[in-house]
Nanobody, 115 residues
Framework: QVQFVESGGGLVQSGGSLRLSCAAS????????MGWYRQAPGKQRELVAS????????RYGDFVKGRFTIARDNAKKTVYLQMNSLNAEDTAVYYC????????WGQGTQVTVSS
């Protein structure tokens, strides 16, 4: 059974940074492109960033504007999201999944940015 366990969220002031991690299990991790997604209250879930199977290329939502970096470690079956210059609009629950989405969601990790 595929499982994603997200961690690293928390409460941070505007302008601060967080590093999210997502550990995958039950999956041949290195054959899937992976993505970070987020869902803010009252809004649809959206793609934040994605990374290719080997980690050689990545894409970001327009709202990222150079503030976030996605990375992966296939040996550890883990994908990361380094988030800098956070603002209140980044407040959301963050999830990882394949890109495109193929699996059930994990519990996510809450990111709250205070202004």
């Amino acid at each position: 059974q595929v499982q994603f366990v997200e961690s690293g969220g928390g409460l941070v002031q505007s302008g601060g940074s967080l590093r999210l991690s997502c550990a995958a299990s039950g999956i041949s991790f290195n054959i899937y492109a992976m993505g970070w997604y987020r869902q803010a209250p009252g809004k649809q879930r959206e793609l934040v960033a994605s990374i290719t199977r080997a980690g050689s290329a990545s894409r970001y939502g327009d709202f990222v504007k150079g503030r976030f970096t996605i990375a992966r470690d296939n040996a550890k079956k883990t994908v990361y999201l380094q988030m800098n210059s956070l603002n209140a609009e980044d407040t959301a629950v963050y999830y990882c999944n394949s890109a495109p989405i193929q699996f059930s969601w994990g519990q996510g990790t809450q990111v709250t940015v205070s202004s």
